[in-house]
């Protein structure tokens, strides 16, 4: 992707996804297949296709949507292109929190028929595991989306090499999940390796948001790779809890749940990101580079900051702005790392192979 992004568009990072999935769906058609439920009444299964679509939960798919998109819309100007007390902002929040409430009350309401049944959620280790995952993926995104910004602006790499550099961030990351999957398969527990990978995922966290203009490969290098290994090793442990908690015919909406919190989390935090990386270098530039619009700098963006600076002085001034901008955008993911480690702890300590006997 990053070959397609220097040589053709940023926008083929998109389409190239359009014939990957077509091979996915294609492979899953003619390899997958459905599961016999357990307990499973034999009349649920007979159901006409209309009636099962008529028995979704319509208005509560459309309230969540709703309260998602005003609170993103809300956070997407940042407080630079809107103020955070412009009314089209204030609105967007009180909107969210407004159709939020009324989605749990719908929800509530509907009980086994709702969009995500109240009776799933009261479970310890599916509340507590998505809270793990709604922070993890807060920190996972801060990092795959900042990182990068990181090496074009600051280090001057090229949408390749900045690739390459971040194998140190995704090859940890699968070592981390193959990894532990053994461990967990031998010895069955899951909980405290989600733990001590938080915990390591936080050491290396940490030392991303001490980035200078002048660390080294190698040491950036070890914290990439600190911290992807620690998130590795904690990421897919709730979805192995929710498959001891719930019955078969649970466990898709539980992975549901779990899927939607890791993606909502990464969203939001993207979001406050760019508030953060914004807010930071319209602060700076006019501090330190008088003779340079700061609105330049932001429509510039990571691409060609020599064409700005006037000087190697004001250059290198430019690349430890955006430094700084973005370690405190890094400063999240740390924040986000220390809420999930909280929730960890919450989950129900269970045995796999135990519970499997």
Same mark, same amino acid.
């Given at each position: 992707m990053t070959t397609f992004t220097k040589h053709l568009t940023w926008r083929w990072c998109f389409w190239i996804k359009l014939p990957i999935g077509l091979v996915v769906i294609v492979a899953l058609a003619f390899v997958l297949r459905a599961r016999k439920l357990k307990n499973s009444?034999?009349?649920?299964?007979?159901?006409?296709?209309?009636?099962? @679509?008529?028995?979704?939960?319509?208005?509560?798919?459309?309230?969540?949507?709703?309260a998602t998109t005003c609170l993103l819309l809300a956070l997407q100007p940042g407080g630079q292109t809107k103020p955070c007390n412009c009314p089209d902002v204030v609105g967007c929040f009180v909107g969210a929190g407004t159709i939020f409430a009324l989605f749990i009350v719908w929800q509530l309401r509907r009980e086994d028929l709702a969009l995500i049944p109240p009776r799933i +959620? %009261?479970? %310890?280790?599916?509340?507590?595991?998505?809270? =793990?995952?709604?922070?993890?993926?807060?920190?996972?995104?801060?990092?795959?989306?900042?990182?990068?910004?990181?090496? *074009?602006?600051?280090?001057?790499?090229?949408? @390749?090499?900045?690739? =390459?550099a971040f194998t140190a961030f995704t090859v940890p990351q699968i070592v981390a999940l193959i990894t532990v999957g053994a461990l967990v398969k031998k010895y069955g527990h899951h909980v405290n390796y989600m733990v001590?990978?938080?915990?390591?995922?936080?050491?290396? *966290?940490?030392? /991303?948001?001490?980035? *200078?203009?002048?660390?080294?490969?190698?040491?950036?290098?070890?914290? +990439?790779?600190?911290?992807?290994?620690?998130?590795?090793?904690?990421?897919?442990?709730?979805?192995?809890? +929710? #498959?001891?908690?719930?019955?078969?015919k649970d466990?898709?909406?539980?992975?549901?749940?779990?899927? /939607?919190?890791?993606? /909502?989390?990464? #969203?939001? #935090?993207?979001?406050?990101?760019?508030?953060?990386? /914004?807010?930071?270098?319209?602060?700076?530039?006019? *501090? %330190?580079?008088?003779? @340079?619009?700061?609105?330049?700098?932001?429509?510039?963006?990571?691409?060609?900051?020599? #064409?700005l600076a006037s000087s190697p002085e004001d250059l290198d001034a430019l690349k430890d702005i955006w430094n700084t901008s973005i370690t405190r955008a890094l400063g999240l993911g740390f924040g986000a790392v220390m809420i999930a480690l909280c929730f960890a702890p919450l989950m129900e300590w269970l045995n796999d192979i135990k519970v499997a006997e």
């Amino acid at each position: 992707m990053t070959t397609f992004t220097k040589h053709l568009t940023w926008r083929w990072c998109f389409w190239i996804k359009l014939p990957i999935g077509l091979v996915v769906i294609v492979a899953l058609a003619f390899v997958l297949r459905a599961r016999k439920l357990k307990n499973s009444p034999s009349a649920e299964k007979e159901l006409p296709f209309i009636t099962k @679509i008529k028995s979704m939960d319509w208005l509560g798919a459309l309230l969540f949507v709703g309260a998602t998109t005003c609170l993103l819309l809300a956070l997407q100007p940042g407080g630079q292109t809107k103020p955070c007390n412009c009314p089209d902002v204030v609105g967007c929040f009180v909107g969210a929190g407004t159709i939020f409430a009324l989605f749990i009350v719908w929800q509530l309401r509907r009980e086994d028929l709702a969009l995500i049944p109240p009776r799933i +959620l %009261r479970k %310890r280790s599916i509340w507590a595991g998505s809270g =793990v995952l709604f922070f993890l993926g807060a920190q996972s995104y801060i990092d795959g989306f900042y990182l990068p910004f990181w090496f *074009q602006t600051v280090k001057g790499l090229d949408p @390749i090499a900045t690739g =390459v550099a971040f194998t140190a961030f995704t090859v940890p990351q699968i070592v981390a999940l193959i990894t532990v999957g053994a461990l967990v398969k031998k010895y069955g527990h899951h909980v405290n390796y989600m733990v001590i990978g938080e915990m390591i995922c936080i050491v290396g *966290q940490t030392k /991303l948001t001490e980035l *200078q203009t002048s660390s080294s490969t190698v040491h950036r290098a070890a914290f +990439l790779a600190l911290t992807s290994f620690g998130s590795g090793m904690a990421m897919l442990l709730p979805y192995t809890a +929710l #498959a001891l908690v719930l019955s078969d015919k649970d466990i898709p909406v539980g992975n549901a749940v779990a899927v /939607l919190s890791y993606q /909502l989390g990464g #969203a939001i #935090a993207i979001s406050l990101g760019q508030t953060v990386t /914004l807010s930071t270098l319209l602060e700076l530039v006019p *501090q %330190r580079l008088p003779g @340079i619009s700061p609105q330049a700098v932001v429509a510039m963006g990571a691409a060609n900051l020599s #064409a700005l600076a006037s000087s190697p002085e004001d250059l290198d001034a430019l690349k430890d702005i955006w430094n700084t901008s973005i370690t405190r955008a890094l400063g999240l993911g740390f924040g986000a790392v220390m809420i999930a480690l909280c929730f960890a702890p919450l989950m129900e300590w269970l045995n796999d192979i135990k519970v499997a006997e």
